[in-house]
């Protein structure tokens, strides 16, 4: 992953609530749909063994977290985008 994609803190949470959002899925699926998603723009190695899968469902409180979390992810973002294009001041 490049170094300019870092995830903020926190960031891994939100993406894990969002892929199994759509439907149970196990350890590796989440990390392939978190691929898909990102367009292969976040992307991480993965285990070779063929050991039992582990699903992962997305509860109500996850859901009810999810939007919440996405709700203050998209103000931040906001915030950050109008920042970024605002133009030179002095001060």
């Not at 691929?35 to 582990?54: E, F, H, P, V």
């Amino acid at each position: 992953m490049d170094k300019e994609m870092e995830l903020l803190q926190g960031t891994l949470d939100r993406l894990i609530l969002k892929a199994v959002s759509l439907g149970p899925l196990h350890g590796s699926g989440v990390l392939r749909r978190i691929q898909q998603i990102s367009k292969d723009r976040l992307a991480w190695g993965q285990s070779k063994n063929k050991r039992k899968a582990k699903y992962y469902r997305l509860t109500a409180g996850g859901k009810r977290k999810l939007q919440t979390e996405a709700e203050k992810w998209n103000r931040m973002a906001d915030v950050i985008a109008a920042i970024r294009q605002s133009p030179a001041e002095e001060v």
